[in-house]
């Protein structure tokens, strides 16, 4: 609870409590005269909510009188604080709300080069993190209320809204965007999302999830520059942990995790690729994959489908079919070396 709201809340909670303290008090004080439960809690109802029924036994001693005065008195002060209390509550997150939208456009406005995230389910919480510890300027998008208000709670800049329209991605500032990411599960809300982000900013670079294999082709055909297969890469990374146990434990090791986080930091990061018998550097020497790399990534590892390891490969070292490659490169362009 922020701070603007939280006095508003205590002076609510305050004031039922107060007004609930009277209602027991004056309920027993008419027990107290002999009333029975229903009639007392009656005249006490009517008498703080001032509307003035008629009375269900005559107030024809001192002491009824006393104490239906002090019922009035007390009970009309409780309802007229935890009134205002109430209205102050509603008010302050009226005006919580408006300035947390106008803060979160102001904030959005001035974003520049940026990525835009499109969806918050698992995948997209797992991208939201990375980019986050990675310090990478982004805004989130997605149509769920729930989602945003669960965002909002990590601290991360979103905005409610339906990534396929335009006039959502404008307002996300897609036109000074550098890279767009969909990642819904829904093949077809992904492909429109691209269509609408490649029709906006021609320049955009455009990541897309797929769930089946067919719809690759059309993400592609839709404007995506790299099409992301989930269900592919689990497949291949759970074969690359069959056939490369020993260096998978090592990838996976603290050491290595901890190494992985300052490589992130600097930019970098560190992949298991098993080598296909029909793949493009399959036959050819470390020298000859890192000419055509250009810099984007380096080999520095081998694991022979024999089971051996070479450590530092040498320039002269030809890759064969069923190798593993431990490839060290710039974070974002290890999908070049597939």
């Known amino acids: 609870m922020s701070p603007g709201v939280r006095q508003p809340a205590r002076n609510l909670i305050f004031g039922a ?8 008090l004056g309920v027993g004080g008419y027990r107290a005269a002999g009333w029975n439960f229903n009639d007392a809690i009656y005249m006490v109802v009517i008498t703080v909510a001032t509307v003035g029924y008629e009375e269900v036994h005559p107030i024809n001693t001192p002491y ?5 005065m002090a019922v009035i008195i007390l009970g009309s002060t409780g309802m007229i604080f935890m009134t205002g209390a109430l209205v102050q509550l509603f008010t302050a997150m009226q005006i919580q709300q408006i300035f947390g939208i106008n803060r979160m456009k102001s904030e959005i406005d001035r974003l520049n080069d940026h990525v835009i995230v499109c969806g918050y389910g698992r995948i997209g919480t797992k991208l939201l993190r990375e980019l986050k510890a990675a310090r990478a ?5 997605d149509r769920s209320e729930q989602k945003i208000a ?14 396929a329209d335009e006039a959502t991605l404008i307002a996300a500032g897609i036109e000074r965007a550098r890279t767009l990411a969909t990642v819904l599960p829904d093949d077809a809300a992904n492909v429109f999302i691209t269509l609408s982000a490649r029709s906006l900013n021609k320049k955009l670079q455009i990541i897309a999830r797929g769930e089946m294999p067919a719809t690759e082709g059309k993400l592609i055909h839709a404007g995506a520059d790299l099409v992301v ?3 592919h890469i689990g497949a291949e990374r759970i074969a690359e942990m069959i056939l490369y146990q020993e260096t998978f434990r090592f990838l996976r090791s603290e050491k290595m995790n901890e190494f992985e986080r300052d490589l992130r930091k600097l930019g ?3 992949e298991v690729i098993t080598a296909a018998a029909s793949g493009p550097f399959t036959g050819l020497t470390v020298d000859e994959i890192d000419r055509r790399a250009q810099g984007a990534f380096l080999v520095v590892g081998i694991n022979r489908h024999d089971g051996s390891a070479i450590h530092r490969p040498a320039g002269p070292t030809i890759i064969n079919p069923g190798d ?3 490839i060290l490169g710039r974070s974002g362009r290890m999908g070049k070396f597939e």
């Open 324 to 326: 593993g490659l431990i």
């Open 137 to 141: 300027s982004f805004v989130m998008l």
């Open 229 to 231: 297969l989930p269900t």
């Open 64 to 68: 009824l009188r006393d104490l239906t």
């Open 17 to 24: 409590g107060f007004l609930l303290a009277v209602i027991a």
């Open 268 to 270: 970098l990061e560190i």
């Open 150 to 163: 669960e965002a909002r709670a990590a601290g991360i800049l979103c905005m409610q809204g339906d990534a």
